[in-house]
């Protein structure tokens, strides 16, 4: 609907922000209107299959040296500051939010109400703002979307406000370059310009949300994959880039809750979002059918080529990035729960791709563990994964999401370790990286066994098997597990050389240790003593 047919609330709402429409404002679009509009304009085109495919200019991904937290009184003493969380002051959020409107008075604009949180009792009202049609649908897709009846009385908690065109200027407006994100707690505003990248709406609002939920309400927030078997049983995945999280948490036999970002209450598992954004590099109808079907009408495909003469889609190109992207709405999925609400979690598991082959294939956490594991959010990447990996390189990312933790990991850890406590949750380090040596020497591990061993601790046949502890780390290791060798799964009896492995092992616990001491002063005894000894 067009400006002339919009409800007076939010023409009046656009208004009081500071915004005075010269050109038409859309309301609530659906996709097919959305879609003709991006393509009309000559920002997009159709592919072969009917989605919308865009490209999203200068930034293919998150630019986080360029995103901002206003410091004032609520945040000056709760956020923790760090490289991800970088103060700006207020004065410079108002005085580009109204440079922000001026721009934006003279531009066509799409406006969207959505809500995030799929629990009503924690759910917050979000207006979003765009300058293309196509951002507009990414936000349709990504958030949940209201039925016509809560639109009536629609007032938005949050406003986001994105605008790629727009540029700050660094010399006065306290930015490090052109573009930006700049999220007020106070003002409940986030800021986004100078980029077209989607993934800043998405992650702007699961910052704010790592912000508000544990504050607000006690509730977990937490990056991770989580899904619930037919007995109601929900189980959550976190892991960073390439550790399986994706494919480990799309199993047929269990409904997918959501991909990427969820609360944990005290009954529940919640989805922020009422869409996912999967990674399309190297996607194949073979391994990841529901991704691959997803990519129909509705669906917006980020930054993607076609094969030469045709409007079929090439995944296996990095030509532009290797950060191809989709969004789809969450029912584009067969399997996936409607709502996306799940029972308290029985089983979490931190997954991480150890490229040295140290850590186990499967291991249980105590609380403590499980506190230090969380913190730390290690994986190892691969050498040639990126330009100038030459060997295995560790990765450390608090909580599997250091860029978007407003607060302290510990504070986050704690929740975990109390709900952890509470529950009886039991908690598996899954190593889906090497066994018998590091990269180059050692083998992958076989996703047949690593889906063995999730599925046997979700059955619960771990509970009556053997364990040991593991030499450096402390973590209990099995010494039997369905459809899996048992010679596997001790890493150490792995190795041809039981010396270096554990040379190689107490290599990897000292960077463990070195990471974690910009934690310690912020954590618990109990999260202490879990450290792997050196």
């Known amino acids: 609907m067009s400006l002339s047919t919009m409800t007076e609330a939010p023409v009046k709402a656009l208004v009081e922000l500071g915004l005075h429409p010269t050109q038409p404002v859309y309301y609530q679009l659906l996709p097919s209107e959305l879609s003709k509009q991006a393509v009309g304009r000559g920002e997009a085109v159709l592919n072969d299959t009917g989605a ?46 109204e440079k922000m409107m001026k721009y934006l008075s003279s531009k066509e604009l799409w406006v969207r109400d959505c809500y995030a949180c799929a629990e009503e009792k924690y759910r917050l009202s979000l207006r979003v703002i765009n300058e293309d049609p196509a951002s507009n649908l990414f936000c349709y897709n990504m958030f949940i979307r209201p039925n016509e009846r809560q639109l009536e009385n629609f007032k938005p908690h949050w406003n986001i406000i994105q605008a790629p065109g727009f540029k700050a200027n660094p010399a006065e407006d306290g930015t490090r370059s052109e573009n930006f994100a700049v999220i007020s707690f106070t003002h409940k505003t986030i800021l986004i310009g100078g980029t077209g990248y989607t993934g800043e709406i998405k992650k702007g609002i699961f910052t704010m949300l790592n912000f508000v ?53 005290d009954d529940s598992v919640f989805n922020f979002e009422g869409g996912c954004y999967a990674k399309t590099i190297d996607l194949s109808e073979e391994k990841e059918p529901e991704i691959f079907h997803a990519i129909r009408p509705g669906a917006l495909v980020e930054n993607t080529i076609f094969f030469p003469g045709t409007t079929s889609i090439d995944f296996t190109s990095k030509a532009i990035t290797e950060n191809t992207r989709v969004s789809y709405p969450l029912s584009f999925i067969s399997n996936a729960l409607e709502p996306s609400i799940g029972k308290t979690p029985k089983n979490i598991f931190f997954l991480t791709a150890d490229a040295y082959g140290i850590l186990p294939p499967i291991s249980k956490l105590n609380p403590g563990q499980a506190m230090y594991q969380f913190i730390s959010g290690y994986t190892a990447k691969v050498a040639g994964t990126e ?25 986050y850890a704690e929740m975990l370790g109390k709900k952890m406590k509470e529950h009886n949750v039991n908690i598996w380090l899954v190593n889906t990286g090497w066994s018998g ?98």
């Open 437 to 534: 040596g590091p990269y180059g020497v050692g083998q992958r591990m076989k996703l047949a066994y690593t889906r063995a061993m999730i599925t046997a601790a979700l059955e619960g046949k771990l509970n009556s098997v053997e364990f040991e502890a593991h030499k450096t780390f402390g973590m209990m290791m099995p010494k039997d597990c369905p459809g899996v060798p048992s010679e596997l799964l001790n890493p150490r009896h792995a190795w041809a050389d039981e010396t270096e492995y554990d040379l190689k092992a107490t290599q990897l616990a000292k960077e463990f240790v070195q990471n974690f001491k910009k934690y310690e002063s912020g954590v618990s005894e109990e999260i202490l003593a879990a450290a792997p000894k050196i």
């Open 52 to 97: 919308l495919v865009i490209k999203t200019g200068k930034f293919t991904g998150r630019s986080p040296k360029d995103k901002f937290t206003v410091k004032d009184a609520l945040t000056a003493d709760t956020v923790n500051w760090n490289d991800f969380n970088i103060a700006i002051e207020e004065r410079f959020f108002f005085q580009l939010k």
């Open 213 to 265: 939920l544990p504050h607000r309400a006690n509730v977990l927030s937490m990056h991770c994959s989580a899904n619930m078997g037919k007995a109601g049983d929900t189980a959550i995945f976190f892991g960073l880039s390439g550790t399986g999280k994706t494919t480990l948490s799309a199993d047929p036999n269990r409904l997918l809750i959501g991909d990427d970002e969820h609360g944990w209450t």
């Open 387 to 411: 330009a100038g990996v030459k060997e295995p390189q560790s990765t450390f990312s608090a909580c599997f999401g250091a860029p978007f933790l407003p607060l302290h990991p510990g504070k």
